[in-house]
């Protein structure tokens, strides 16, 4: 196996990595001790260092450590090899500093299933730290909601690329007969996909799509634009009218109430204020 392939080993290996990064800083002795390997250095001030022997054979075997009599040394792969396992753990640190972790519940055919979740990938998360002049947030929570709402249906009616395509302006309609995978869908599934229907159409042809785009393929709001030629800032000003429609449509406004009776009446025309 080649040391390439050995990476994640080292990584996740306390014991590996230790023995490697000992090898790299110089050339030692060892002695087998049980079943452990102990090694030493000539030089004085530097303290016996034990490893399990197994560990030992191992990073010989990977072709990193390379073996003389009593001597081990580094190949040389080593060095390179370490940089590389150096830079991912970096790399995993920065990336867990970034990230904001929820333990949340996903629902798969009917069924719960325990999940992590990275809030922070979520592109409506970024817009909810867009704001206005004053400082007051430029996406309300209900259009945000409403955003996480039409992703979650989009998910859950498992609309694909090739599905979704057919929602702008409006879902295309198909002959009856045609094949497709409905047939195969939960009924969870179909409702969801009825939803998002409903949804579409009452943010309209003209920002549906957009927010399709932003919410449920969770592009950015600069690659909107490019992709659609549109002008600096505009996607996120269509896509707050496009959050707010479907905000409403999910909490309709409360009916107006008011008179119910009317009358019309001459210029000349006195109401009477008896009954």
């Known amino acids: 196996m080649s040391e390439v392939k050995r990476a994640p080993a080292a990584s996740s290996n306390p014991h590996l990595l230790r023995l490697l990064r000992c090898i790299a800083a110089g050339a030692a002795e060892f002695a087998q001790v049980g079943g452990d390997i102990v090694l030493r250095r000539a030089r004085a001030g530097h303290n016996a260092l034990r490893f399990p022997a197994d560990t030992v054979r191992f990073a010989v075997s990977s072709g990193l450590v390379e073996q003389r009599e009593n001597t081990l040394s580094a190949a040389p792969p080593l060095a390179s090899y370490l940089k590389r396992v150096m830079a991912k753990d970096r790399d995993e640190v920065f990336q867990e500093q970034h990230r904001d972790m929820r333990n949340v519940v996903v629902v798969v055919d009917d069924t719960k299933h325990p999940a992590r979740r990275n809030l922070n990938t979520s592109p409506l998360t970024s817009l909810a730290r867009l704001k206005e002049r004053d400082g007051a947030a430029f996406f309300p929570a209900d259009a945000l909601e409403a955003g ?63 927010a399709i785009d ?43 109430t008011g008179r119910t009776e009317h009358h019309w009446g001459d210029a000349d025309y006195r109401p009477s204020m008896t009954r």
């Open 214 to 256: 932003i919410c449920c393929f969770e592009k950015g709001l600069e690659t909107v634009e490019r992709e659609r030629q549109w002008p600096a800032r505009s996607a996120k000003l269509l896509l707050r009218a496009a959050l707010l429609a479907l905000a409403r449509h999910y909490a309709p406004p409360a009916a107006r």
């Open 148 to 210: 996480e709402r039409l992703a979650a249906d989009f998910h859950r009616g498992h609309l694909n690329p090739k599905v979704t395509a057919t929602w702008e302006p409006r879902a295309a309609s198909r002959t009856k007969g045609a094949a497709g995978g409905a047939l195969d869908l939960t009924e969870a599934a179909m409702a969801a996909r009825a939803r998002f229907s409903r949804a579409a159409d009452a943010m309209g042809p003209e920002l549906s799509g957009v």
